[in-house]
């Protein structure tokens, strides 16, 4: 396994639509699974898609109950209701910063998993936000393009500071 580069906001890679994944069982997906799953930890993050490591497939990883990482391929992702909420979000591709995004709360996936077997599921709150962002990278969307209020967009140790601040 090894740790991938991951791309920054401003290179091309991030900002175009991914291709499908044509060989989800192939070994060389395999070991890019294995190696982004290495990068996601290594880097902290909660998910990671191949366009983030310069790789303009539709996979990506995430840790689905906080520890246990999965894959999901070729996904297809719709909302569940109209439901909706505001949250903070952050990006491997845009470090140190944060911003409030509103996204569906509840979602209904597709796709295959690691091994190339067929996986569908709902996903509500955090999970769902976090299959949300990942998608949004397969389709050149960055979270950013998702926001409606820039004054919801900082540093995220000056966010931190000014919450810290205003608790007090």
């Not at 909302?79 to 903070?88: F, Y």
């Not at 999970?127 to 540093?155: C, K, N, P, S, W």
Request: proline fraction near 7%; charged fraction near 25%; hydrophobic fraction near 45%.
């Amino acid at each position: 396994m090894a740790i991938l580069k991951i791309a920054r906001m401003g290179h091309p890679v991030l900002l175009r639509e991914a291709d499908p994944v044509p060989d989800p069982t192939a070994p060389e997906i395999r070991r890019l699974i294995a190696d982004m799953a290495e990068t996601m930890r290594d880097a902290q993050g909660i998910g990671l898609a191949a366009p983030q490591i310069h790789v303009p497939l539709r996979l990506f990883v995430w840790r689905g109950d906080g520890s246990t990482v999965s894959a999901l391929i070729n996904p297809e992702v719709e909302p569940l209701g109209d439901e909706v909420e505001a949250a903070w979000e952050g990006c491997l591709s845009i470090p140190g910063m944060r911003g409030c995004v509103t996204r569906p709360r509840r979602v209904r996936y597709r796709g295959l998993d690691g091994e190339g077997r067929p996986v569908e599921g709902e996903a509500e709150g955090m999970a769902a936000r976090v299959i949300q962002h990942e998608t949004d990278h397969l389709d050149g969307v960055l979270y950013l393009m998702r926001m409606e209020d820039f004054a919801l967009f900082g540093f995220t140790e000056e966010l931190a500071r000014a919450a810290a601040d205003q608790a007090r």
